[in-house]
């Protein structure tokens, strides 16, 4: 049911808009990809994707609060997204609902499931 979800918190927060329209087919640039992959082994790592992920939460809590609003979290999310991830429907996204939602992403994505994923 999180289809529309993939991805795109890596997209929306690694690069600006411009350069998402010409993504590679999968949706990551290289340079996308080379942000990510921080020890150049070519592949994400499960660690790697969740350290970008925490890193992306603190950059859209801009108040600090240490959950997101539908203000916050609306650069990256449609108010659909922001509700499927707001599990208990407090209106507010914690860190632990926003990791559990990129890291389920992270899985799907991972289709041959080796907790990599390659360009
Ligand atoms: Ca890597
Ligand atoms: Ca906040
Ligand atoms: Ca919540």
């Known amino acids: 049911m999180n289809k529309l979800l993939t991805l795109s918190f890596a997209l929306a927060l690694a690069a600006p808009v411009a350069a998402l329209a010409q993504g590679s087919p999968q949706g990551l640039t290289q340079a996308q990809f080379d ?22 939460f603190d ?14 979290a609306g650069t990256v999310l449609t108010s659909e997204q922001f509700t499927v991830v707001d599990r208990d429907r407090n209106g507010q996204l914690n860190r632990q609902e926003f990791l559990d939602q990129v890291m389920s992403d992270f899985h799907r994505q991972d289709q041959n499931q080796d907790g990599h994923l390659q360009p």
Do not use: P
């Open 59 to 72: 950059k859209l809590d801009t108040d600090r609060n240490g959950t997101l609003n539908s203000a916050e």
């Open 35 to 56: 942000q990510l992959d921080t020890d150049k082994d070519g592949k994400i790592s499960e660690a790697e994707y969740r350290r970008f992920m925490e890193g992306a």
